[in-house]
Each structure stands twice: as structure tokens, then as C-alpha cells.
């Protein structure tokens, strides 16, 4: 096949002229502290306080519980109020009492408003720390159980605000 004798045009796009910027002054603050990472709180855990929760009755009571106490665990707050966040867990304090089915709902349950979800466990922690005032007062309790229940009160005093 032999070339025609056109050549191609080669076609250069100019760039349209652009106004000189405006220059603004830079006010940069301090970034000293924003350099470091900022310090997680440390996570408040109280192991026998969640192993408390073996053959209590249930303080979440939500429409779907089994009254089953073998069932009962300490079911932690969703709340970033109370700690908790992306890998990390609420402190020990901010559990409560609740059955396998209850705290399934609170955990994973996508039939429930956060709203409710928030509603219920708060009316539940409040259950709760009466509860551990009554283990801390009682003198038929172990002292394990008087020690732990003492310790939750104690970190739920120190931040009043967020416990109804």
C-alpha cells in the first residue's frame, strides 16, 4: 500500500493563560502537640466484676429475653460516652447484667432504633448500680464480689454526668 502524500498535523494545545494566583498570608499554629499521637485512655477492666454475672437475673429485659440465668452475662455499653469506640471496648463499669438473647439485641440487632437500644441499656445500668450498691453493702456477699462491686460504683461516681 503506498502513502499519500498527507502528513499528519501535529496539534499542540495551549494552556489557557491564567491569572496570578493570589498569594494569602499562611498562619500555621502550634504543631508541636499535633505531632505526637494523642494518649488512649486506659481501658478500666475488672474481671471478677464480669464474672459476676454468672446466674444473675437479667437487668436488660428486652422484649426477646429468656429469663435464662446460665444465660446471663455482662453485656458492655455501646456508647461512646462510655468509652467505647473502633477497638475498643467500654470499661468494665459500664456493663450490665443480660441474658444471651438480650444481649444479642443490644450487640447486633438490626430490628431496634439506637435510640431504644441506648434507652434500654441506660434504664438497665441504672438497675445495675443499684445492684453492685447492694453487693458492696451487704455483708453475706464475698469480699471479692463487695471489692468489685465497690471498684464499678467508685469509676461511676467519678464521672456522674453519665449515668442517669
Known amino acids: 500500500m503506498k502513502r499519500s502524500g498527507f502528513k499528519r498535523l501535529q496539534v499542540v494545545h ?14 500555621m ?3 508541636s502537640a499535633m505531632s505526637q499521637p494523642m494518649a488512649k485512655p486506659e481501658p478500666q477492666r475488672n474481671a471478677h466484676l464480669l464474672s459476676m454475672a454468672r446466674g444473675r437475673p437479667c437487668l436488660l429485659r428486652t422484649r ?15 456508647l461512646l460516652a462510655h468509652g467505647k469506640g473502633r477497638g475498643r471496648k467500654a470499661d468494665d463499669c459500664y456493663s450490665v447484667w443480660a441474658c ?15 435510640e431504644q437500644k441506648e434507652a434500654a441499656f441506660m434504664s ?16 453475706a456477699s464475698s469480699p471479692k464480689d463487695r471489692a468489685a462491686a465497690k471498684w464499678a460504683v467508685q469509676r461511676l461516681q467519678q464521672a456522674p454526668q453519665e449515668v442517669a
Open 64 to 78: 426477646l429475653c429468656n429469663f435464662d440465668t446460665a444465660t446471663t452475662v455482662a453485656a458492655h455499653s455501646n
Open 124 to 139: 438497665a445500668l441504672v438497675a445495675q448500680v443499684e445492684e453492685w450498691k447492694a453487693i458492696a453493702d451487704s455483708a
Open 100 to 114: 444471651a438473647r438480650c444481649h444479642a439485641w443490644l450487640d447486633g440487632s438490626y430490628d431496634a432504633e439506637f
Open 29 to 31: 499554629a502550634d504543631c
Open 14 to 27: 495551549m494552556p489557557p493563560s491564567v491569572p496570578q494566583r493570589l498569594e494569602r498570608p499562611v498562619v
